[in-house]
């Protein structure tokens, strides 16, 4: 059974950057591509962006100067990074399978921004 | 970036009714890379729909999907209670692939 779980530090200082990491079980990540998506309280949906295992990323030009997302086919692991966060970064983070979201995604992890 | 518009905002039925959402796209998708979600609170999306009319893997069959070019609908032919929910319309078809901002199904 695929599982995904996602992981870090639950608050974050603004300006500072923040690290998750997406634990894979029950698939390879070789196999798939692999998305993050955010959803700060209360409101909708944003994808982040996706990355292959080779390392071929696809970024929402929103987010594209701040964002990094990486793998570690070691470690059957997917890292997002954003850089210089404000309190709009608040958010519970998702990571899921898929170019875009799709049928497999962790429970999300909430993000805080806040001094 | 493609604009996704779902209609209504909320809406207040009752258990054993029949559905219709409307997601609408600011401009025609690529093939049919339209997904539907169902978020329950505190929990993940579930993806319902792919390629606009795919049913996804244990999605029981009162769930359908259907639509082209800009206009597409979820319906649910009878709710169940387990049904109401907040649904999001995705497109995978233009990078950034967008969401709409829900319609939420509530218990009248």
């Known amino acids: 059974q695929v599982q995904l779980q996602e992981s870090g530090p639950g608050l974050v200082k603004p300006s500072e950057t923040l690290s998750l990491t997406c634990t894979v079980s029950?698939?390879?990540?070789?196999?798939?591509?692999w998305s993050w998506i955010r959803q700060p309280p209360g409101k909708g949906l944003e994808w982040i962006g996706n990355?292959?295992?080779?390392?071929?990323?696809n970024y929402n030009p929103s987010l594209k100067s701040r964002v990094t997302i990486s793998v570690d086919t070691s470690m059957n692991q997917i890292s997002l990074k954003l850089s210089s966060v404000t309190a709009a970064d608040t958010a519970v983070y998702y990571c899921?399978?898929?170019?875009?979201?799709?049928?497999?995604w962790g429970q999300g992890t909430l993000v805080t921004v806040s001094s | 970036e493609i604009v996704l518009t779902q209609s209504p905002g909320t809406l207040s039925l009752s258990p054993g009714e029949r559905v219709t959402l409307s997601c609408r796209a600011s401009?025609?998708?690529?093939?049919?890379?339209l997904a539907w979600y169902q978020q329950k609170p505190v929990q993940a999306p579930r993806l319902l729909i792919y390629?606009?009319?795919g049913r996804a893997t244990g999605i029981p069959d009162r769930f359908s999907g259907s639509g082209s070019g800009t206009d597409f609908t979820l319906t649910i032919s009878r709710l169940e209670p387990e049904d109401f929910a907040v649904y999001y319309c995705?497109?995978?078809?233009?990078?950034?692939?967008?969401f709409g901002q829900g319609t939420k199904l509530e218990i009248k």
């Open positions: 390629g606009a009319s």
């Open positions: 029950g698939a390879s990540i070789r196999s798939y591509y």
């Open positions: 995705q497109q995978y078809g233009s990078s950034p692939y967008t």
């Open positions: 899921a399978r898929g170019t875009y979201g799709g049928d497999y």
């Open positions: 401009q025609s998708l690529s093939s049919t890379y």
């Open positions: 990355i292959y295992y080779g390392g071929s990323t």
